[in-house]
């Protein structure tokens, strides 16, 4: 009995333990913990840029994903080239090199190619067209989106591999961008579901109810990382996606259904991609006949996506 | 790319360790012993009363546009009256789209990009030069076609299957189906005399809501006679379809077990890769210990398993991409067997290449060989392929040093010798980190350069290996795990790649490794975000 309650007082003085040791931690680094935090909560794409480089970082390492060697480097060098460029043409402030960071983890996550000069044709492609296909200051292509789809279609020596990402692996990054949403709070996750539900449904539909496949069929097909990439970081993107909310919302259900056109009808690889890179012009059309805010990233110590 | 190959090439020669590569490399080819021929990925229906189930299968798959050219062989092993083989389709098939070609062809591809061993000789520290022979394995090709044709349309009204076209081929019969439901299909048939495995139900409505149809094939046994050949050889079928996929789920018949699958594809463009599945490449470049050369089929096996286990059995892999283009000089390097010659290539049906006058051929070509143990549950879905523009190459090849030999004394001796001392045990860690094998008898390796004799490697059922096993194969009627009928006794060499042994009729073991990389590296961002986010202000 007595032992008993030895093993609940010593359950029950693990937060307080917690609290005593973590109070013993040196002062220098509870000092780069806290500009740690500072710098994170200093901007909401900090955390983004966190959770890609993560994404990427694991999957390079665990899933051996075929890189060119030096891919990173002409990425984000071009990427970093290109931006500031942009910055000076466009009397930007600095900070908008963020960005330029964010699509070239977007980029490397999703782009392949065997020749550096394409790699690096894909970063140009990517931060330039947030320089040039611009209405009313709002670039309606998402970045490394235009970057992909442009440079294949340009050069036809790049490519995008689905199936790079496993099935093991899939629930690890569900873990990892749920956990984005959940901590960042991220806004505009109703054009997330509006495309997945409805690119899910028709699927279902498709695979369960009409050709009667069995239902792990339909499960491989949902469990892709490079799915939850796009659903997640690339679709929600709130610069370059209608602002009008029950607009975007029809507009997310549209980009599904012509997804589940290209991949059902047309067996087009990574029809996600190329759905929201066919239907992307429509958003400067879109946000005349539906006035609502801009959306500007902005550095308060508020809400950490927010419009104004 | 075919520049970094000729860097590691460039680098291996002027590499500052005691090895030298000889004027001639004496390469080895090896090859699959199993030269019975191999099915395709759709399902035997034998008219016996007992189902047959096929455990290997090897695919040539030439692509080009919407254009897809499939050769398919038979591996049936029993009386031929009562093989048949149904194999679905996405389009009714023409006359002119299917032929019988030569076995040949497989044998050819698999000896020129199956995994490879290559031996060095380290020069001697004492200045003496051995001399080395380069050996290299010719293969010989030879190509055959025949044609006849036949064809009725039949519409059978009581099962809504409908016979679309009906054609003899060499010594096949050959029924094109297409059906309404999958319960008509399966009754036409049983009714007609065959028996479809278990399995092999559940996937029939799926095919048929997508529109496929059913090549079902018999063997004319008057064709053969007249025809004198005693074996079955491969069907090849054309079509133009945007699916690029192999339809694998109609092969798991069974159910238990694995089935092993190499597909050769042949492009213009690029590397194949799978769209719904990892496509990994295998170990490569890793130097072994000198042994190994005798076991190399045993070693193969062991470290395509151990591969398995550690990336998923979920997954596809690599094992050859080289661009065999006309214009390429270097077409292998180094060459196991003969790259596809021109006669091949037409055969596997590549019609995009133009003849030379010196017999070789102009068009661009890449060859990719892909290599999957698939069985019910870790692949509920058909392959479907994507051809990358890709055109950087890539080979399985396993590297054997061999010491110097010692002539008399000199002061350089005993340095090289504790190098390559080292050297080897390094070797031997590799091979138990690719094998899984217990490298612990193995302790006189290191030191013993001349006249070692190693211990057998592990044997998963039968404990030891030997250099050669005489394996016998017998039917049993209640066991239907068998991969052939009737009792059969093959001598299979343990220095040679058996691609039967990739496939298990045992329960499948599921490997699903858990991505420890993976779940910290999540798990630990997350962790770390939260806490940051927590200590926010405002």
């Known amino acids: ?308 | 790319m075919y520049f970094k190959l000729s860097k590691k090439t460039y680098k291996s020669f002027t590499m500052k360790n005691y090895r030298k590569i000889s004027t001639a490399m004496f390469v080895m080819a090896l090859t699959l012993v199993s030269l019975n021929a191999y099915s395709f990925c759709g399902f035997y229906v034998s008219q016996q009363s007992k189902p047959i189930f096929n455990k290997t299968s090897q695919v040539i798959l030439v692509r080009d546009g919407d254009r897809s050219v499939i050769t398919m062989s038979s591996d049936f092993k029993g009386d031929v009256k009562d093989f048949a083989m149904v194999v679905p389709v996405p389009v009714v098939l023409q006359k002119s789209d299917i032929k019988v070609v030569n076995r040949q062809m497989f044998d050819d591809f698999d000896a020129y990009s199956a995994p490879r061993l290559v031996e060095y000789y380290d020069p001697s520290p004492c200045n003496q030069v051995r001399e080395d022979v380069y050996e290299k394995v010719n293969a010989s090709m030879s190509a055959a076609k025949e044609e006849t044709e036949n064809d009725v349309v039949k519409k059978d009204s009581k099962y809504k299957v409908t016979v679309e076209a009906k054609y003899t081929v060499g010594e096949y019969d050959i029924l094109i189906l297409s059906a309404k439901e999958s319960g008509g299909l399966k009754h036409w048939l049983t009714d007609n005399g065959y028996q479809i495995p278990e399995g092999a139900e559940e996937v029939l409505q799926p095919y048929i809501q997508s529109n496929m149809k059913f090549f079902v094939v018999k063997v004319n046994i008057e064709e053969q006679k007249a025809n004198g050949t005693e074996i079955l050889r491969p069907l090849q079928i054309s079509f133009n379809s945007p699916k690029f996929m192999l339809p694998i789920r109609l092969g798991m018949a069974n159910g238990k077990g694995s089935q092993d699958l190499i597909v050769y594809t042949i492009t213009k463009n690029g590397r194949v890769e799978t769209t719904n599945y990892r496509t990994i490449k295998m170990p490569t470049d890793r130097e072994i210990p000198e042994f190994v050369q005798q076991y190399f089929g045993k070693f193969y096996v062991d470290l395509y398993k151990k591969n398995l286990a550690k990336e998923g059995s979920d997954n596809v892999f690599m094992e050859y991409a080289w661009d065999i283009s006309g214009q390429m000089p270097v077409k292998c390097d180094p060459c196991a067997g003969n790259p596809p010659m021109l006669n091949g290539l037409f055969e596997a049906g590549v019609n995009w290449i133009t003849p030379t006058n010196w017999g070789g051929y102009m068009g661009s070509v890449f060859f990719t060989r892909l290599h999957v143990t698939y069985n019910r549950e870790d692949f509920p879905q058909d392959l479907v392929f994507q051809e990358t523009p890709d055109r950087s190459n890539f080979q399985c090849r396993y590297i054997i040093n061999h010491p110097a030999q010692q002539y008399g004394q000199c002061p350089d001796w005993k340095m090289y010798y504790d190098k390559k001392k080292a050297s080897r045990r390094k070797e031997i860690k590799e091979l138990s980190a690719l094998t899984g094998w217990n490298t612990e008898r193995y302790w006189e390796y290191p030191t013993k350069f001349m006249g070692y004799a190693a211990p057998l490697p592990p044997d998963d059922e039968t404990g030891y290996v030997t250099p050669k096993q005489r394996k016998i194969i017998t039917s049993d009627s209640s066991d239907i795990n068998q991969s052939t009928v009737g009792s059969i006794e093959e001598e299979i060499s343990n220095s040679k790649i058996n691609q039967s042994a990739f496939a298990t009729t045992r329960t499948t073991e599921h490997k699903k490794p858990f991505d420890w990389g993976l779940g910290f590296g999540m798990v630990a961002i997350v962790t770390l975000a939260s806490l940051a986010r927590m200590q926010k202000k405002g």
């Open chain 1, 1 to 308: 009995m007595s032992e008993f309650y030895g093993i609940r007082a010593r359950i029950a003085s693990i937060p307080c333990f917690l609290k005593t040791s973590t109070m013993q931690i040196s002062p220098q680094l509870r000092q780069k913990w806290q500009m740690v935090v500072g710098l994170l909560n200093s901007d909401a794409r900090h955390y983004q840029l966190l959770f890609l480089s993560t994404f990427f970082l694991t999957g390079m390492l665990s899933l051996h994903w075929n890189l060119i060697p030096y891919q990173l480097l002409f990425t984000f060098g071009t990427a970093v080239c290109t931006q500031l460029i942009l910055i000076k043409i466009l009397k930007l402030p600095i900070t908008a090199l963020k960005s330029a960071f964010i699509s070239s983890f977007s980029l490397s996550l999703l782009f392949r190619s065997d020749m550096w000069w394409v790699v690096m044709l894909a970063a140009f492609l990517t931060i330039a067209s947030k320089g040039i296909f611009k209405v009313n200051g709002k670039h309606f292509f998402n970045p490394a989106n235009f970057g992909i789809c442009a440079t294949i279609l340009l050069t036809n020596q790049g490519w995008i591999s689905p199936g790079q990402w496993g099935s093991a692996g899939y629930w690890w990054f569900l873990i990892g961008m749920l956990g984005f949403i959940v901590i960042t709070s991220a806004h505009r996750m109703e054009t997330a579901f509006a495309f997945l539900a409805t690119y899910a449904l028709l699927f279902g539909y498709r695979i369960l109810v009409y050709q009667h496949w069995p239902s792990d069929f339909f499960f491989h097909q949902f469990t892709n990382g490079g799915l939850l990439l796009f659903t997640f970081f690339m679709i929600t993107d709130p610069a370059s996606t209608p602002s009008h909310k029950s607009a975007r919302i029809v507009w997310a259900m549209v980009v599904g259904i012509l997804a589940f056109y290209l991949q059902a009808y047309l067996w087009v690889t990574a029809a996600p991609i190329w759905a929201l890179f066919f239907l992307s012009p429509l958003t400067p059309a879109i946000d005349y006949f539906f006035k609502a805010e801009k959306f500007a990233w902005k550095q308060t110590s508020a809400n950490v996506l927010q419009t104004i």
